[in-house]
C-alpha cells in the first residue's frame, strides 16, 4: 500500500466524523489547460484557424463569461447559457453561428475537467471506512455530469450545484442544504476546500474543515488529497450519535 502522507498537525479536532463534504474545483478535479490546446489544434484542423488565436480565444471567452452564470438554477437554463456561449465563441474566431453546436458537443464543459491525483483513491478509502461522501462546489446545475466525466460520480453520495440552491459558498444556506442533503449534523462533517473563506464559513457552522492547496503554497493548508485519510479520526459506529 502506498504510504499516506502525514496530516498537518493540530489543523482540525480529530472528533470522529460521519461523511466527508468536498469542494469539487482544485480540490478533487481541476480544469486541465492542455485540453484548450487540444481544443485549439482540432479547431485548427476543423476550420482552417491559428491553433493560437483559438487557444487564446477560448481562454479570453471563458474568463470573461466566467462569473455570468450564478444565477442559472436548472439544466434547461444551463443549456441556454451554453447555446449562446458557443455561439459567442464562433462570432470571436470568425465561424457561423451554426458551428456553435458541433463545437460544444466536441469539448463540453465537463471534458476539460480531470482528477486530482489520488482522487478515486481517496474516495473509496472514506466510503470503506463508511463514510457518505459529498460535494458542495460554486459551479453550474451539471455537477452530476462533471463528477461522472472524471470517473468519481459512483463514490459520491451527494452532490450539490450551489447554482441549483441558490446561494453560493460561503454563504452559510449553501453548507446546510448539503449537511441537510447528507442527513447529518453540520459537526459530523469534515469540509474540504481550496479557499479559505470557504473553510472558515464552514467551521462558523461547526463543521470541522481544512484547506488543501494542491500546489503547495499555503503552509497551513493540507498538500496532497491523501492527507485527508488522516482527518477523519475513527469512524461513528451506524445508530451512534443525536438525531441528524
Known sequence: MTPQPAAPPNRISLSPV???LFDRDDTIAFT???VYAE????????YGLD????????LRHWQERALTWWDLRTEDDETAFWDGYGQELMGRLGLPPAEAAVFMAEY???RFMKPVPHAREVLRALRAQGLKIGVLSNTLPSIDRTLEAVGLDDLVDVAVATCTVGVHKPDAGAFLHAADALGLRPAEILFVDDKPENVEAARALGMQAT?????????EAIHDLRAVLGLVGERVPAGVGGPC
Open 18 to 20: 460521519r461523511a466527508v
Open 32 to 34: 486541465d489547460r492542455e
Open 39 to 46: 481544443a485549439a489544434r482540432w479547431a485548427a484542423e476543423e
Open 51 to 58: 491553433a493560437r488565436v483559438v487557444g487564446a480565444e477560448m
Open 108 to 110: 463540453p464543459y465537463e
Open 211 to 219: 484547506v488543501i492547496d494542491l500546489q503547495g503554497q499555503d503552509e
